[in-house]
């Protein structure tokens, strides 16, 4: 036997006083949401921080007037190689357009809980503390509004994420659709209180009262319709929506450049394209600045790029037209909703093409080529600014104009009065503007038939919308909450497929076609389950 | 005791109208957003050793090391570290000294802990920035935004393996046979690891400790002298290492965690990895294939479309637009509908056992090295199939693998591949997963040295003389360009093949003059 014969002892002194500093190192390059908003410009920044969002190509820089919302019984997809995608209904969960307007919604929300958490912070003059304030609450009730309409209930959370482990804050549970609209209404009609008007604004970018108001009149047209039903909800529209006819802020553009354009309806458009305003009828636009060219920013997206006038020459393209794909092209049966006088059909719907050989010439396109003609509202030729990207453009997008707010009141009205002339005069303002008559004065061409019944009139608001506001990301929503959606697309997909006249379009067809059921939400994304254990298989909208 | 500071500034430009003025130029382009950067680290560690020899028949190590890392927040800095080894040299013990045939006899064991700290300086801070990308223009001036761009994670602690070793060290004949047996078992706990969030927190990702895994094998190194003659020597070097992972636990109480590859656009949200827990670490995950839907699974409505029979599940796509020639996926729930729910394990990264077989000969002047390096049983996922053969991109004017002209059409309806346009995604399939099992000969070399008498009147002190060729000829089975290929390398997502740079055969002639 052997015995160990030394002993060793070792000890250690940590000295752990005199390492606390050492070890105490701080961020220089960042700073800590501790530390910021703590003056009036931070909450300024941050204020733009949570309406960048918005400007993304996963949201109105692209996909909230193209791949998530074109495939309408207004237009389809120009391009017969797209045989999977949400532009034709072909996707499952893991699209990645879907994630995205998914994860730039509650990035928008995240952005908004961190600036309402903080507002209190600076010391500065109550009013614009109230304004910012008023602005970042309806910011997240649309982001909200936006998840809502697009997926039903969701994770709804109104604090700063509080932690990245504790499973409470990161599994967190659908919420019911019905009280995912209740944070909504809350959030926007706190707002509306502490919003600035347009007026004192000068422009629509900045959310204003008239701007709230407009949107709560849409928000509750979506609870009176498909899923929630809640009719009442209809007299909740109209009373907002009057609001904002009664503000005396807002009126129709009745007016336009004639060395530019030839109708009042199309200069609303070409404002948006030049960086001019009219808030008068432009109540609230995302917009879109520069040409990713003359400077560092990245705020131009891809209005009149993606859906535009097709222009694609193979060498440089001059920048008097600017470059466009032309990725959507009207249906056959929008174009007949419209009759030869309204100003609105040849503006909305291209009724020419360019060659892409120079000289670039104008070819008018015929009677028989209706499917051939490329959404026509947003034109790249109408830009001021120079040089024009190929691929971005500062064409700022309509999020609320004013004839969507008198159709509003005409929809509404006619829900809970019946075919009324209050209803009867919003609807006619609409169409007299339309036909470039006065609109005060009753026009025997312009004016809706008179004595339609109240399901005649509902009819007929449901095209009118359509003539006055198509492409402008809204048609999917309304066909939706009208609850006609998916009979609506298999009819067009169908008709497009079938049209004895349509010989080089019959692939069109498969965006309706492949509508059924569950589509009229989309699916909670791939990204949102894998990580979230309190969204299960069981949790996802039917069908998906 | 340690610190870094890092400091990067820069500034850009484009659309240079002179380029030829170079940095000078830059000030006349468009000057984009300047780069302003710097960070700093701590660090202070404190290390104890204890060694103790007793006649070379007993040696015993002590170790404790406590590290403080400034990445850590306070509570969390610190990490401690023990270890502790022994080893018995009963050779040197008169028994097994007197058994003749023994020459070396080593028992080894060990077991220790060691810690990583390998995040970002500031990983555990939340941050609020103001990036150029998140300004937004109003009234057409663009203002500049800010907004929190990361979540911080104040919980960030050290990473922590622990391992238990024994080895055995055996030498025969006078050392010319030596075999080295080796068992361990390592864990790794709190795994540092920059973890997936549910986007709706408003963030991508955060750094977490996230779970636990355990690395246990068994490897065996024989080295053999088999023939040592004066103009002749051979020798040879065997080994064999048989290594298994496993998920010990995830945080949060999840059961499974999913990784994707964002490889392509439309893919990068679709699962390809599972880790779950009491499995090993990085399993393929997805469809099971069916080969293709065939005439017998459609209703014939006579006019040259088929309408597929209700009690056939659909591939994911709605069931009016799959047509005979389709891909089709194995329906593991039985509700006839394609989905997530349908998504199993459908392979697995890691090989059974790998090794490798070295012989060395001498002859004279002449010297001969063979290599050979084998790896069985682990599974390569090759994407490039599911882009090259059936165009599962659907990208215009792209080119496929031959093995693509035999696809399934009215007229070739044996045909395994779906037809043209057949392919639906919303999960990788096993019919893209492969047996990648290979024996490569990989190295092979023959030199020759130039005797010195003649050399030395040209003045040259040594000339060598060789010929040499790596990855020769492979054995396998899989159809790839390389079965040794690991596109997304890490734990979690071991063989996948997309677009992999093949390793290259290389053959190398040439001639080493020592003067």
Known sequence: ???????????????????????????????????????????????????????????????????????????????????????????????????????????????????????????????????????????????????????????????????????????????????????????????????NTITVNGNPGYISKTA?????????????????????RFAEALSWAKKVEAS????????????????????????????????????WEVEFYGNRISDAFVESGRLGNTIGLAFSPSVDSPDSLGYSYGFANTTRRHYLRYDNADQRRDWAIAPFRYNNTAPYARVNWTASTIYNRNVGKWRRSFEKLTPKNKNYTPTNFPLLRYSDVLLMIAEAENEVNGPTTTAYNALNQVRRRAYGVSL???????????????????????????????????RK?????????????????????????????????????????????????????????AITAKDQNPGW | MQASNYNVYGISATQLPNESLGLSGLDEGTVQAPTAYTSDWTMRSYVGRFNYNFKSLYYFTASFRADGSSRFFPGHRWGYFPALSGAWRFYNEGFFRNLGFLSDGK?????????????????????????????????????????????????????????????LDLGFLNNDITLTTEVYRKNTKDLLLRADLAPSTGYASAFKNIGSVQNEGLEFTLNTKNINKKNFQWSTSFNIAFNRNKVLGLNESQNFMLTNIRWDNNWQNVPAYIAKVGQPIGQMYGFVSDGVYQLSDFVDNGNGTYTLKADVPNNGNSRANIKPG???????????????????????????HQGGLNNNFNYKNFDLNIFFQWSYGNDILNVNRLMFEGNGLNKSFLNQFASYNDRWSMTNQESINFRTNGFFGGGYSSRYVEDASYLRLKTVSLGYNVSKTGLLKAGIKAARIFASGQN???????????????TYMSALTPGFDWSAYPRARTLTLGINLTF
Request: charged share 20%; glycine share 8%; with cysteine.
């Open chain 2, 326 to 352: 389709d891909i089709k996926y194995k329906d593991l729930n039985g509700d006839k509908i394609i989905n997530s729910a349908d998504y199993t394990v459908i392979g697995n990264g890691s090989p059974k």
């Open chain 1, 477 to 533: 929503y309304d066909l939706i909450r009208w609850g006609i959606y998916v009979a609506r697309m298999n009819e067009i997909g169908n008709e497009m497929a079938n049209d004895p006249t349509n010989t080089a379009f019959k692939w069109g067809g498969l965006g309706g076609q492949s509508v059924s059921e569950k589509n009229v939400l989309l699916p909670i994304p791939s990204t949102e389950m894998s990580v979230n254990k």
């Open chain 1, 1 to 195: 036997m052997k015995y160990i014969k030394y002993f060793f002892i070792l000890i250690l002194v940590i000295s752990v006083s005199s390492c606390k500093k050492f070890l105490d190192t701080k961020p220089t390059d960042f700073l800590a949401p501790e530390t910021y908003y703590s003056t009036e410009d931070q909450l300024n920044n941050a204020l733009m921080g949570v309406y960048d969002p918005l400007g993304w190509e996963t949201m109105y820089g692209n996909n909230l007037f193209a791949n998530l919302t074109i495939c309408t019984d207004e237009s389809f997809w120009n391009r017969a190689a797209q045989t999977t995608g949400t532009q034709v209904n072909v996707f499952d969960y893991s699209n990645i357009d879907v994630a995205n307007l998914w994860a730039a919604c509650y990035t928008g929300i995240e952005r908004a809980n961190m600036l309402i958490a903080n507002v209190k912070k600076p010391q500065m003059d109550e009013a614009k503390r109230e304004n910012i304030l008023g602005q970042a609450m309806f910011l997240r009730g649309y982001y909200y509004f936006l998840l809502a309409t697009n997926f039903g209930g969701v994770p709804l959370k109104t604090v700063p994420q509080p932690s990245v482990s504790n499973p409470v804050y990161i599994n967190v549970p659908r919420s019911s659709i019905k009280d995912l609209y209740t944070q909504i209404l809350s959030d926007m009609t706190e707002a509306e209180g502490k919003l």
């Open chain 1, 248 to 283: 005396g802020e807002q009126t129709l553009n009745t007016a336009y450049n004639s060395s530019l354009t030839n109708s009042a309806y199309s200069q609303i458009f070409i404002n948006q394209m030049r960086d001019e305003y009219n808030i008068k009828e432009s109540i």
């Open chain 1, 212 to 232: 709230c108001q407009g949107i709560l009149a849409r928000v509750n047209l979506n609870m009176a319709g498909f899923p929630l039903n809640e009719t009442a």
């Open chain 2, 472 to 486: 020769l000829i492979t054995w396998t089975k899989y159809t790839g360009m390389d079965p040794e290929v690991n």
């Open chain 1, 440 to 474: 005060a004065a009753a026009s025997p061409t312009a004016d809706a038939p008179a004595a339609m019944g109240k399901d005649n009139f509902r009819t007929f608001i449901q095209e009118e919308r359509s003539r006055e506001l198509c492409y402008e990301g809204l």
């Open chain 2, 107 to 167: 028992l080894r064991l060990g077991w220790g802990q060691n810690g990583n700290n390998r995040v970002g300086d500031f990983d555990a801070y939340s941050t609020i920035t103001l990036p150029i990308s998140m300004s937004y223009p109003i009234n057409n001036v663009p203002i500049r935004g800010a907004g929190p761009t990361a979540i911080g994670n104040p919980e960030l602690k050290w990473e922590t393996t622990e391992e238990t070793n024994i080895g």
